[in-house]
């Protein structure tokens, strides 16, 4: 996202009065196009403003935002990828 600063994000929210969390991207392993350090907001929509990642990180961690809004707290999570195994006849 060329430009996008997660401080203005968290700010507008802030100031909109709308919940939301911060997620980090801490640690890859794999080729990814989200790498360490990464920020994304998740609204209580299950909007995220950033990029963390593709669909199946993204389904986590808006699993993740919902538990840690509802827990007033923070959850961590470990999404990882598998290989494709391809069927043999």
Do not use: N, W, Y
Request: glycine share 10%; hydrophobic share 50%; charged share 20%.
């Amino acid at each position: 996202m060329t430009g996008f600063d997660i401080f203005d994000t968290i700010e507008r929210l802030r100031r909109a009065g709308r919940p939301f969390c911060l997620a980090t991207v801490v640690r890859t392993a794999d080729v990814t196009s989200a790498k360490a350090g990464a920020k994304a907001a998740v609204t209580e929509a299950g909007e995220i403003i950033g990029h963390l990642g593709g669909g199946c990180v993204q389904r986590a961690v808006r699993s993740a935002a919902v538990m840690a809004m509802l827990m007033a707290g923070s959850v961590r999570i470990s999404a990882r990828s598998f290989p494709m195994i391809a069927a043999s006849e």
